[in-house]
Protein backbone atom coordinates (compact mmCIF):
# COMPACT_ATOMS: atom_id res chain seq x y z
CA UNK A 1 0.00 0.00 0.00
CA UNK A 2 1.24 3.86 -0.40
CA UNK A 3 0.31 6.35 1.41
CA UNK A 4 1.30 9.86 -0.37
CA UNK A 5 0.57 13.14 0.96
CA UNK A 6 1.09 15.06 -2.32
CA UNK A 7 2.56 18.47 -1.65
CA UNK A 8 3.56 17.51 1.81
CA UNK A 9 5.57 20.18 3.43
CA UNK A 10 2.98 22.67 1.61
CA UNK A 11 0.17 21.16 3.67
CA UNK A 12 2.40 21.15 6.88
CA UNK A 13 3.13 25.15 6.62
CA UNK A 14 -0.94 25.65 5.84
CA UNK A 15 -1.45 23.53 9.18
CA UNK A 16 0.84 26.10 10.73
CA UNK A 17 -0.28 29.06 9.60
CA UNK A 18 -4.19 29.71 8.65
CA UNK A 19 -3.03 32.76 6.73
CA UNK A 20 -1.67 30.80 4.13
CA UNK A 21 -4.85 28.77 3.57
CA UNK A 22 -6.01 30.65 0.20
CA UNK A 23 -2.37 32.24 -0.48
CA UNK A 24 -0.65 31.10 -3.61
CA UNK A 25 2.28 29.32 -2.04
CA UNK A 26 5.63 27.67 -2.58
CA UNK A 27 8.48 26.58 -0.70
CA UNK A 28 12.33 27.65 -1.04
CA UNK A 29 14.82 24.64 -1.63
CA UNK A 30 17.78 24.37 0.88
CA UNK A 31 20.98 25.39 -0.08
CA UNK A 32 22.77 28.58 -1.33
CA UNK A 33 20.94 29.35 -4.34
CA UNK A 34 17.37 30.71 -3.92
CA UNK A 35 15.43 28.51 -5.87
CA UNK A 36 11.82 26.74 -5.32
CA UNK A 37 11.62 23.58 -4.20
CA UNK A 38 7.64 22.71 -4.36
CA UNK A 39 4.77 25.10 -5.09
CA UNK A 40 1.31 24.25 -4.73
CA UNK A 41 -2.02 23.90 -7.96
CA UNK A 42 -2.28 27.73 -7.88
CA UNK A 43 1.15 29.17 -7.70
CA UNK A 44 1.92 26.14 -10.41
CA UNK A 45 -1.00 26.93 -12.46
CA UNK A 46 0.94 30.71 -12.86
CA UNK A 47 3.66 29.16 -13.92
CA UNK A 48 5.93 28.89 -10.82
CA UNK A 49 7.71 25.45 -11.27
CA UNK A 50 10.17 23.52 -9.05
CA UNK A 51 14.07 24.59 -9.40
CA UNK A 52 12.85 28.42 -10.91
CA UNK A 53 14.78 30.85 -9.29
CA UNK A 54 12.46 32.73 -6.17
CA UNK A 55 12.62 36.18 -7.87
CA UNK A 56 11.34 34.82 -11.34
CA UNK A 57 8.57 33.01 -9.44
CA UNK A 58 7.62 36.22 -7.68
CA UNK A 59 7.57 38.00 -11.11
CA UNK A 60 4.98 35.30 -12.10
CA UNK A 61 3.02 35.37 -9.24
CA UNK A 62 3.30 38.34 -7.40
CA UNK A 63 0.87 36.86 -4.68
CA UNK A 64 3.78 34.18 -3.93
CA UNK A 65 4.53 33.32 -0.21
CA UNK A 66 7.62 31.45 -0.03
CA UNK A 67 8.01 29.22 2.92
CA UNK A 68 11.80 29.07 3.92
CA UNK A 69 13.16 25.54 4.44
CA UNK A 70 11.75 24.08 7.70
CA UNK A 71 13.15 20.47 7.71
CA UNK A 72 13.44 19.83 10.94
CA UNK A 73 9.69 20.77 11.20
CA UNK A 74 8.50 18.45 8.12
CA UNK A 75 11.06 15.67 9.83
CA UNK A 76 9.23 15.93 13.09
CA UNK A 77 5.62 15.68 11.28
CA UNK A 78 6.69 12.88 9.03
CA UNK A 79 7.91 10.81 12.23
CA UNK A 80 4.72 11.33 13.76
CA UNK A 81 3.07 9.96 11.12
CA UNK A 82 5.27 7.32 10.39
CA UNK A 83 4.59 6.12 14.29
CA UNK A 84 0.59 6.16 13.51
CA UNK A 85 1.34 3.80 10.24
CA UNK A 86 3.27 1.68 12.56
CA UNK A 87 0.85 0.93 14.71
CA UNK A 88 -1.40 -0.16 11.79
CA UNK A 89 1.48 -2.09 10.19
CA UNK A 90 5.07 -3.66 11.41
CA UNK A 91 6.05 -3.39 7.84
CA UNK A 92 6.03 0.51 6.69
CA UNK A 93 9.31 2.09 4.62
CA UNK A 94 10.10 5.31 3.67
CA UNK A 95 10.70 6.60 0.54
CA UNK A 96 12.71 9.10 -1.22
CA UNK A 97 10.18 11.88 -1.13
CA UNK A 98 9.28 12.98 1.93
CA UNK A 99 5.20 12.69 1.91
CA UNK A 100 5.34 8.77 0.25
CA UNK A 101 5.06 6.06 2.73
CA UNK A 102 4.68 2.40 1.92
CA UNK A 103 2.64 0.16 4.10
CA UNK A 104 2.41 -3.48 4.11
CA UNK A 105 -0.67 -4.65 4.43
CA UNK A 106 0.16 -8.54 3.39
CA UNK A 107 -1.32 -10.88 5.72
CA UNK A 108 -3.30 -7.85 7.38
CA UNK A 109 -6.88 -8.73 6.13
CA UNK A 110 -7.78 -11.31 9.51
CA UNK A 111 -7.47 -7.81 11.38
CA UNK A 112 -8.46 -5.42 9.16
CA UNK A 113 -10.72 -7.08 6.34
CA UNK A 114 -10.53 -6.90 2.67
CA UNK A 115 -8.00 -3.93 1.00
CA UNK A 116 -10.94 -1.64 0.39
CA UNK A 117 -12.20 -2.27 4.35
CA UNK A 118 -8.10 -1.58 5.37
CA UNK A 119 -8.02 1.66 3.67
CA UNK A 120 -10.80 2.93 5.09
CA UNK A 121 -9.61 1.97 8.43
CA UNK A 122 -6.48 3.74 7.64
CA UNK A 123 -8.46 6.62 7.06
CA UNK A 124 -10.02 6.97 9.89
CA UNK A 125 -6.81 6.65 11.76
CA UNK A 126 -5.19 9.69 9.98
CA UNK A 127 -8.30 11.41 9.87
CA UNK A 128 -7.91 10.84 13.93
CA UNK A 129 -4.62 12.50 13.63
CA UNK A 130 -5.13 15.36 11.52
CA UNK A 131 -8.20 16.08 9.60
CA UNK A 132 -6.77 17.80 7.13
CA UNK A 133 -4.20 15.47 6.33
CA UNK A 134 -6.71 12.68 5.91
CA UNK A 135 -8.77 14.90 3.42
CA UNK A 136 -5.17 15.05 0.93
CA UNK A 137 -3.48 12.12 0.94
CA UNK A 138 -3.98 9.44 -1.77
CA UNK A 139 -3.88 5.80 -0.75
CA UNK A 140 -3.03 3.34 -3.47
CA UNK A 141 -3.44 -0.53 -2.78
CA UNK A 142 -1.84 -2.64 -5.18
CA UNK A 143 0.87 -5.77 -5.47
CA UNK A 144 4.17 -3.92 -4.77
CA UNK A 145 5.78 -1.10 -4.03
CA UNK A 146 5.33 0.45 -8.21
CA UNK A 147 2.05 -0.73 -8.26
CA UNK A 148 0.91 1.16 -4.92
CA UNK A 149 2.32 4.11 -6.27
CA UNK A 150 0.50 4.44 -9.52
CA UNK A 151 -2.32 3.60 -7.87
CA UNK A 152 -1.80 6.28 -5.15
CA UNK A 153 -1.05 8.33 -7.97
CA UNK A 154 -4.48 7.87 -9.78
CA UNK A 155 -6.23 8.00 -6.05
CA UNK A 156 -4.82 11.49 -6.32
CA UNK A 157 -8.03 12.61 -9.05
CA UNK A 158 -10.52 9.98 -7.62
CA UNK A 159 -13.99 10.46 -5.83
CA UNK A 160 -12.54 9.03 -2.73
CA UNK A 161 -9.02 9.46 -3.36
CA UNK A 162 -7.86 5.78 -3.43
CA UNK A 163 -7.73 3.09 -5.58
CA UNK A 164 -7.52 -0.80 -5.09
CA UNK A 165 -5.83 -2.96 -7.74
CA UNK A 166 -5.74 -6.32 -7.12
CA UNK A 167 -3.46 -9.15 -8.38
CA UNK A 168 -5.65 -10.01 -11.70
CA UNK A 169 -5.88 -6.38 -11.95
CA UNK A 170 -2.62 -5.01 -11.75
CA UNK A 171 -1.64 -5.69 -15.67
CA UNK A 172 -4.43 -3.85 -17.11
CA UNK A 173 -4.54 -1.43 -14.61
CA UNK A 174 -0.60 -0.65 -15.48
CA UNK A 175 -1.05 -0.46 -19.36
CA UNK A 176 -3.47 2.29 -18.70
CA UNK A 177 -0.95 4.78 -17.24
CA UNK A 178 1.44 7.30 -18.54
CA UNK A 179 5.12 6.77 -19.29
CA UNK A 180 6.04 9.01 -16.76
CA UNK A 181 4.75 6.76 -13.71
CA UNK A 182 8.18 4.54 -14.57
CA UNK A 183 10.95 4.48 -12.45
CA UNK A 184 13.73 5.02 -14.79
CA UNK A 185 15.45 7.68 -15.79
CA UNK A 186 14.27 11.21 -16.96
CA UNK A 187 16.20 11.17 -20.24
CA UNK A 188 14.88 7.64 -20.71
CA UNK A 189 11.30 8.97 -20.06
CA UNK A 190 11.91 12.49 -22.34
CA UNK A 191 13.36 9.74 -25.44
CA UNK A 192 9.69 7.93 -24.77
CA UNK A 193 7.95 10.55 -25.11
CA UNK A 194 9.40 11.66 -28.23
CA UNK A 195 8.89 8.65 -29.92
CA UNK A 196 5.45 8.77 -29.45
CA UNK A 197 5.17 6.01 -26.35
CA UNK A 198 2.61 8.18 -24.29
CA UNK A 199 1.24 4.75 -22.48
CA UNK A 200 2.29 2.25 -20.67
CA UNK A 201 0.20 -0.05 -23.16
CA UNK A 202 2.40 1.35 -26.24
CA UNK A 203 5.80 0.28 -23.95
CA UNK A 204 4.25 -3.19 -23.35
CA UNK A 205 3.79 -3.85 -27.26
CA UNK A 206 7.69 -3.40 -28.27
CA UNK A 207 9.99 -6.40 -27.77
CA UNK A 208 12.32 -6.52 -25.33
CA UNK A 209 15.08 -6.78 -27.35
CA UNK A 210 14.40 -3.51 -29.50
CA UNK A 211 13.97 -1.68 -26.10
CA UNK A 212 17.12 -3.29 -24.80
CA UNK A 213 18.86 -1.59 -28.02
CA UNK A 214 17.40 1.53 -27.69
CA UNK A 215 17.63 1.83 -24.15
CA UNK A 216 20.18 -0.41 -22.54
CA UNK A 217 19.61 -1.96 -19.28
CA UNK A 218 16.98 0.17 -18.50
CA UNK A 219 14.85 -0.84 -21.55
CA UNK A 220 13.92 -4.30 -20.28
CA UNK A 221 13.15 -3.02 -16.87
CA UNK A 222 10.78 -0.96 -18.07
CA UNK A 223 8.63 -3.47 -19.82
CA UNK A 224 8.79 -5.46 -16.69
CA UNK A 225 7.04 -2.46 -14.41
CA UNK A 226 5.12 -1.88 -17.50
CA UNK A 227 3.89 -4.97 -17.67
CA UNK A 228 3.33 -5.80 -13.73
CA UNK A 229 6.19 -8.32 -13.60
CA UNK A 230 7.94 -7.06 -11.07
CA UNK A 231 6.66 -6.95 -7.58
CA UNK A 232 9.04 -4.87 -5.23
CA UNK A 233 7.79 -5.92 -1.92
CA UNK A 234 7.76 -2.89 1.04
CA UNK A 235 10.71 -3.51 3.78
CA UNK A 236 10.44 -2.87 6.61
CA UNK A 237 12.86 0.08 8.35
CA UNK A 238 14.62 -0.61 10.92
CA UNK A 239 14.75 1.64 13.72
CA UNK A 240 17.10 4.59 13.73
CA UNK A 241 18.59 4.91 17.13
CA UNK A 242 21.27 7.69 16.49
CA UNK A 243 23.38 8.88 18.92
CA UNK A 244 22.30 12.88 19.21
CA UNK A 245 24.97 15.88 20.36
CA UNK A 246 23.79 19.49 20.77
CA UNK A 247 24.49 22.62 22.16
CA UNK A 248 22.58 25.67 23.02
CA UNK A 249 24.75 29.17 22.34
CA UNK A 250 24.46 31.94 24.64
CA UNK A 251 23.68 34.19 22.19
CA UNK A 252 22.59 33.26 18.66
CA UNK A 253 25.56 32.53 16.57
CA UNK A 254 26.11 33.91 12.98
CA UNK A 255 29.49 33.82 12.24
CA UNK A 256 30.96 30.33 10.33
CA UNK A 257 33.68 30.40 12.72
CA UNK A 258 31.73 29.57 15.68
CA UNK A 259 29.57 27.27 13.49
CA UNK A 260 32.77 25.27 12.88
CA UNK A 261 33.94 25.59 16.33
CA UNK A 262 30.83 23.86 18.03
CA UNK A 263 30.93 21.39 14.93
CA UNK A 264 33.91 20.37 16.29
CA UNK A 265 32.80 20.37 20.16
CA UNK A 266 30.28 18.45 18.94
CA UNK A 267 31.86 15.19 16.61
CA UNK A 268 33.92 14.92 19.89
CA UNK A 269 30.96 14.17 22.45
CA UNK A 270 29.41 12.47 19.38
CA UNK A 271 32.46 10.17 19.01
CA UNK A 272 32.98 9.64 22.69
CA UNK A 273 29.37 8.68 23.32
CA UNK A 274 29.67 5.00 24.78
CA UNK A 275 26.78 3.54 22.47
CA UNK A 276 29.69 3.95 19.57
CA UNK A 277 31.33 1.02 21.14
CA UNK A 278 34.27 1.96 18.36
CA UNK A 279 31.86 1.87 15.61
CA UNK A 280 32.79 3.56 12.59
CA UNK A 281 30.57 6.35 11.44
CA UNK A 282 28.61 6.32 7.73
CA UNK A 283 25.73 8.76 8.01
CA UNK A 284 25.43 12.20 9.97
CA UNK A 285 23.16 14.20 9.67
CA UNK A 286 23.95 18.01 11.60
CA UNK A 287 20.50 20.13 11.94
CA UNK A 288 19.87 23.36 13.85
CA UNK A 289 17.09 25.56 15.37
CA UNK A 290 17.63 28.92 13.92
CA UNK A 291 17.24 32.41 15.38
CA UNK A 292 13.40 33.71 14.86
CA UNK A 293 12.11 30.40 13.88
CA UNK A 294 12.51 27.48 11.66
CA UNK A 295 15.62 24.96 10.87
CA UNK A 296 18.02 23.96 8.60
CA UNK A 297 19.67 20.37 8.27
CA UNK A 298 21.75 18.68 6.22
CA UNK A 299 22.50 14.70 5.91
CA UNK A 300 25.24 13.19 4.50
CA UNK A 301 26.26 9.91 4.06
CA UNK A 302 30.34 9.21 4.42
CA UNK A 303 31.64 7.94 0.89
CA UNK A 304 34.23 5.31 3.57
CA UNK A 305 33.55 4.71 6.95
CA UNK A 306 35.29 7.09 9.85
CA UNK A 307 35.83 7.83 13.21
CA UNK A 308 37.85 10.19 12.84
CA UNK A 309 37.01 13.33 14.00
CA UNK A 310 39.09 15.40 11.55
CA UNK A 311 37.93 13.87 8.29
CA UNK A 312 34.21 14.16 9.75
CA UNK A 313 34.82 17.64 10.69
CA UNK A 314 36.54 18.41 6.86
CA UNK A 315 33.53 16.23 5.56
CA UNK A 316 30.78 18.79 7.29
CA UNK A 317 32.56 21.90 6.77
CA UNK A 318 32.27 21.34 2.83
CA UNK A 319 28.77 20.22 3.58
CA UNK A 320 28.01 23.59 5.30
CA UNK A 321 30.05 25.63 2.74
CA UNK A 322 27.40 24.43 0.15
CA UNK A 323 24.67 24.91 2.12
CA UNK A 324 24.51 27.36 5.10
CA UNK A 325 22.33 28.44 7.86
CA UNK A 326 19.86 31.24 6.31
CA UNK A 327 19.88 32.78 9.75
CA UNK A 328 22.06 32.98 13.64
CA UNK A 329 22.08 29.35 14.65
CA UNK A 330 20.45 29.01 18.38
CA UNK A 331 21.41 25.55 18.95
CA UNK A 332 23.47 22.90 16.87
CA UNK A 333 22.38 19.19 16.68
CA UNK A 334 24.61 16.23 15.25
CA UNK A 335 22.91 12.87 15.17
CA UNK A 336 25.45 9.86 14.15
CA UNK A 337 22.64 7.53 12.53
CA UNK A 338 24.08 4.94 10.39
CA UNK A 339 27.57 2.99 11.61
CA UNK A 340 30.03 1.21 9.71
CA UNK A 341 32.38 -1.56 10.90
CA UNK A 342 34.68 -0.86 14.19
CA UNK A 343 37.82 1.49 13.27
CA UNK A 344 39.66 1.75 16.14
CA UNK A 345 43.07 0.87 14.51
CA UNK A 346 45.61 4.12 15.69
CA UNK A 347 46.71 5.71 12.67
CA UNK A 348 50.30 5.84 11.74
CA UNK A 349 52.01 8.44 14.02
CA UNK A 350 49.74 7.07 16.85
CA UNK A 351 46.11 7.54 18.33
CA UNK A 352 46.98 11.12 18.98
CA UNK A 353 47.35 11.66 15.40
CA UNK A 354 43.65 11.26 15.45
CA UNK A 355 42.12 12.99 17.88
CA UNK A 356 40.52 16.43 17.70
CA UNK A 357 42.34 19.79 17.60
CA UNK A 358 40.43 21.89 20.25
CA UNK A 359 38.65 19.90 22.89
CA UNK A 360 40.74 19.90 26.12
CA UNK A 361 40.46 15.65 27.03
CA UNK A 362 40.60 14.96 30.42
CA UNK A 363 42.56 12.92 32.01
CA UNK A 364 40.88 9.53 33.07
CA UNK A 365 40.90 10.42 36.57
CA UNK A 366 39.67 14.11 36.50
CA UNK A 367 37.19 12.72 34.33
CA UNK A 368 35.59 9.99 36.59
CA UNK A 369 35.75 12.46 39.45
CA UNK A 370 33.50 14.58 37.16
CA UNK A 371 31.42 12.09 36.98
CA UNK A 372 31.30 11.24 40.09
CA UNK A 373 30.77 15.00 41.45
CA UNK A 374 27.96 15.23 39.19
CA UNK A 375 26.03 12.25 40.73
CA UNK A 376 26.90 13.60 44.05
CA UNK A 377 25.50 16.61 43.55
CA UNK A 378 23.08 16.01 40.67
CA UNK A 379 24.66 19.58 38.37
CA UNK A 380 27.60 19.69 36.61
CA UNK A 381 30.65 20.24 38.84
CA UNK A 382 33.54 20.51 36.45
CA UNK A 383 33.78 22.89 33.64
CA UNK A 384 35.87 23.76 30.84
CA UNK A 385 36.17 27.40 28.99
CA UNK A 386 35.73 27.25 25.25
CA UNK A 387 36.87 30.32 23.01
CA UNK A 388 34.15 31.18 21.01
CA UNK A 389 34.50 34.12 19.32
CA UNK A 390 37.60 35.85 20.73
CA UNK A 391 37.62 38.64 18.60
CA UNK A 392 34.35 39.57 19.34
CA UNK A 393 33.50 43.38 20.59
CA UNK A 394 30.84 41.59 22.99
CA UNK A 395 33.40 40.81 26.11
CA UNK A 396 30.82 38.13 26.91
CA UNK A 397 30.73 36.22 23.36
CA UNK A 398 34.24 35.52 23.77
CA UNK A 399 34.67 32.84 26.11
CA UNK A 400 31.95 30.03 27.33
CA UNK A 401 31.60 27.00 30.27
CA UNK A 402 31.17 24.16 29.15
CA UNK A 403 30.38 20.97 31.39
CA UNK A 404 33.42 18.79 31.41
CA UNK A 405 32.43 15.48 29.63
CA UNK B 1 6.03 40.21 -2.90
CA UNK B 2 7.75 37.78 -0.52
CA UNK B 3 6.50 37.37 2.77
CA UNK B 4 8.65 35.44 5.57
CA UNK B 5 7.47 32.06 6.94
CA UNK B 6 5.79 31.95 10.02
CA UNK B 7 8.32 32.27 12.83
CA UNK B 8 7.70 29.69 15.21
CA UNK B 9 7.33 25.45 15.44
CA UNK B 10 3.62 25.83 16.58
CA UNK B 11 2.28 22.20 18.22
CA UNK B 12 0.53 20.24 15.60
CA UNK B 13 -2.40 18.61 16.21
CA UNK B 14 -0.61 15.24 17.03
CA UNK B 15 2.26 16.74 18.82
CA UNK B 16 2.77 16.01 22.62
CA UNK B 17 3.12 18.13 25.16
CA UNK B 18 6.49 18.31 25.63
CA UNK B 19 7.04 20.80 23.50
CA UNK B 20 6.83 22.47 19.42
CA UNK B 21 7.45 19.70 16.97
CA UNK B 22 11.17 19.43 16.17
CA UNK B 23 12.53 20.68 19.29
CA UNK B 24 14.83 17.76 21.09
CA UNK B 25 16.08 18.55 24.69
CA UNK B 26 18.82 19.97 24.70
CA UNK B 27 22.05 17.80 26.25
CA UNK B 28 24.84 20.62 26.18
CA UNK B 29 24.72 23.78 26.75
CA UNK B 30 27.43 26.77 26.71
CA UNK B 31 27.58 29.28 29.96
CA UNK B 32 28.98 32.51 28.62
CA UNK B 33 31.54 33.99 30.56
CA UNK B 34 31.67 36.95 31.85
CA UNK B 35 28.03 37.99 31.81
CA UNK B 36 27.41 41.27 32.42
CA UNK B 37 25.91 42.27 35.81
CA UNK B 38 23.54 45.01 37.06
CA UNK B 39 25.06 47.50 39.03
CA UNK B 40 23.81 50.85 41.05
CA UNK B 41 25.81 54.13 39.22
CA UNK B 42 25.38 57.59 40.14
CA UNK B 43 26.28 60.06 37.18
CA UNK B 44 27.73 63.66 37.07
CA UNK B 45 24.39 65.95 36.49
CA UNK B 46 24.12 66.61 33.09
CA UNK B 47 26.52 63.37 31.71
CA UNK B 48 26.97 60.09 31.44
CA UNK B 49 30.17 60.39 33.12
CA UNK B 50 29.78 57.70 36.51
CA UNK B 51 30.34 59.46 39.70
CA UNK B 52 30.15 56.68 41.85
CA UNK B 53 29.26 53.23 42.09
CA UNK B 54 27.59 50.35 44.63
CA UNK B 55 29.33 47.27 44.18
CA UNK B 56 28.94 44.47 46.95
CA UNK B 57 26.51 46.97 48.73
CA UNK B 58 28.91 49.61 49.09
CA UNK B 59 29.19 52.47 47.07
CA UNK B 60 32.74 53.78 45.94
CA UNK B 61 33.72 57.22 44.52
CA UNK B 62 35.09 57.14 41.08
CA UNK B 63 38.77 58.77 40.84
CA UNK B 64 39.38 58.68 37.53
CA UNK B 65 37.68 57.71 34.32
CA UNK B 66 40.92 56.03 32.39
CA UNK B 67 39.29 55.22 28.89
CA UNK B 68 35.47 55.55 27.42
CA UNK B 69 34.21 53.79 23.93
CA UNK B 70 31.24 53.23 22.24
CA UNK B 71 29.73 49.57 21.04
CA UNK B 72 27.13 49.77 18.44
CA UNK B 73 26.68 46.11 17.28
CA UNK B 74 23.93 44.06 15.95
CA UNK B 75 21.31 46.50 14.07
CA UNK B 76 19.89 43.60 11.80
CA UNK B 77 18.94 41.56 15.06
CA UNK B 78 18.68 43.29 18.59
CA UNK B 79 20.76 46.43 18.33
CA UNK B 80 22.92 46.35 20.99
CA UNK B 81 24.44 50.06 22.12
CA UNK B 82 26.55 50.54 25.20
CA UNK B 83 28.95 53.27 26.45
CA UNK B 84 31.50 51.61 28.15
CA UNK B 85 33.95 53.13 30.82
CA UNK B 86 37.55 51.89 32.57
CA UNK B 87 37.39 53.40 35.65
CA UNK B 88 39.22 53.76 38.72
CA UNK B 89 37.33 53.40 41.90
CA UNK B 90 38.78 55.31 45.35
CA UNK B 91 40.37 52.24 46.90
CA UNK B 92 42.33 51.87 43.85
CA UNK B 93 40.45 49.13 42.04
CA UNK B 94 40.06 49.02 38.40
CA UNK B 95 36.95 48.17 36.95
CA UNK B 96 34.51 48.80 33.73
CA UNK B 97 31.37 49.77 33.67
CA UNK B 98 28.95 50.48 30.54
CA UNK B 99 25.64 51.95 30.16
CA UNK B 100 23.23 50.07 27.67
CA UNK B 101 21.74 52.86 25.95
CA UNK B 102 18.87 50.81 24.34
CA UNK B 103 17.80 49.56 28.12
CA UNK B 104 19.02 52.84 29.45
CA UNK B 105 20.73 50.57 33.07
CA UNK B 106 24.30 50.37 33.80
CA UNK B 107 26.11 46.94 33.98
CA UNK B 108 29.36 45.59 35.61
CA UNK B 109 31.74 44.03 32.99
CA UNK B 110 35.04 42.97 32.87
CA UNK B 111 36.39 44.17 29.20
Redesign the interface.
Known sequence: MCIWWPDFELQ??R???EA?AERPLALAATGNARRIEAACATAAAAGVAPGMM?SQA?ALC???????P?P??H???LE??LA?LRDWSPVVERSEVRGKVFVGADGLERLYGPPRQQIAGLLDRLAR??SRFALHVAVGHAPGKFGAWVAARAARTAANRAVCVTDNELGSFLTRQPVDVLPVSESMIRRLHRLGIERLEHLAQIPAPALAAQFGAEGPRALAWALGEKIDPVRAECPLRPI?????????AGRIEMLHAALD??ID?ALRHPRRRGKSVRGIRLSA?L?????WSIRAITREPSSNPRQLGAFLRSRIALDRPQR?VE?L?LDLFRFGPASEQPGIFGARACKGPRLFEPAPAIASAARLLRLRLNCAAL?Q??E?EPGS???????????LA | MTEPGPKRAVALPWTTSAGPAGRLPAAGKLRSLNRPRPVRVATTRGTEVPKSIEINDRRQRVEDVVERWRIDDEWWREPVSRLYFSLVLEDGAYVTVYRDLTQNRWYLQHA
Open positions: LEMRSLIIPDLVVCDDEFDSARLALSTVSLDFPAPLLRDEGGGSATRYVLLRLPERRYALME
